[in-house]
């Protein structure tokens, strides 16, 4: 191992190991998040940037490849267990309260739309309801979700193209006969 190729705030770990292993890590974060892509890719990056900053500290007491499948394992573990408190959090707020502002808007006229979000994947479904229901900027809809600002702009994005496509699909078989 060079001494340029080690990362500073962790020197038993080097970049070209990283660099060599990346698609396998890759592998392992697509399986602990049901091969969602994005949320791999959160789980992977959020990985590197543990190691890069040192709060993942290896120290050789297994093999590094280990100890990275661990990292990502773990972030998992704990990206799942914060969004079920957060879930059953919502369950109790929403069961407590008969308030109007916790229950989902659909309106009625609009219900070919709220269809079609319906059939949406789940993070699109979350990104789209939090912000057209709950009013909330991408930036805090993203907070809300666990995601970085930019995984969000992404479900944001690709929920938009999703739903322009489903209503488009759903205009069409309306007017066949």
């Not at 007491?61 to 059953?88: G, P």
């Amino acid at each position: 191992m060079r001494d340029s190729d080690v990362l500073d705030n962790n020197p038993h770990v080097s970049r070209s190991a990283l660099e060599a292993m990346h698609g396998q890590v890759f592998g392992w974060a697509l399986s602990r998040c049901n091969y969602e892509q994005a949320v791999a890719e959160d789980l992977v990056q959020q990985a590197y940037v543990e190691l890069l900053s040192g709060k993942a500290r290896f120290d050789g007491a297994s093999s590094l490849r280990t100890f990275v499948f661990a990292v990502v394992q773990n972030l998992a573990r704990n990206r799942y267990r914060k969004m079920s408190s957060r879930l059953r959090l919502a369950g109790e707020l929403r069961a407590e309260s008969g308030d109007a502002a916790t229950q989902p808007v659909e309106p009625g006229e609009t219900s070919g739309i709220w269809d079609a979000v319906q059939r949406l994947p789940q993070r699109q479904r979350d990104i789209m309801e939090l912000v057209f229901c709950r009013d909330m900027t991408i930036e805090e809809a993203s907070r809300v979700m666990g995601v970085s600002t930019g995984t969000g702009r992404a479900h944001y994005d690709r929920a938009k193209k999703a739903l322009r496509s489903k209503l488009a699909d759903d205009r069409i078989r309306q007017h066949d006969p």
